[in-house]
């Protein structure tokens, strides 16, 4: 997963994107964005490590398409 910093609106906050390796640059993929809960926020990428996020790194094939995991301040 590539970690990026965004500033939108004068708020910068982190995100997570995974992007399917080996994918065909021309297919049209789906886009899921996780939103995740009240007890994940802050500034620290590592919340993204559950949930959606720990089920990505642990079978990455499942995962067909692209996930974004923005992380709220």
């Given at each position: 997963m590539s970690r990026h910093c965004s500033s939108f609106?004068?708020?910068l906050a982190a995100l997570m994107l995974w992007a399917p390796p080996g994918r065909d640059p021309r297919a049209k993929l789906p886009l899921v964005v996780y939103l995740h809960g009240k007890g994940e926020r802050g500034d620290a990428l590592e919340h993204a490590r559950h949930g959606l996020g720990k089920?990505?790194?642990q079978n990455p094939?499942?995962?067909t398409g692209f996930?974004?995991?923005?992380q709220c301040p």
């Open positions: 609106a004068r708020v089920a990505i790194v094939k499942r995962f996930v974004l995991l923005p």
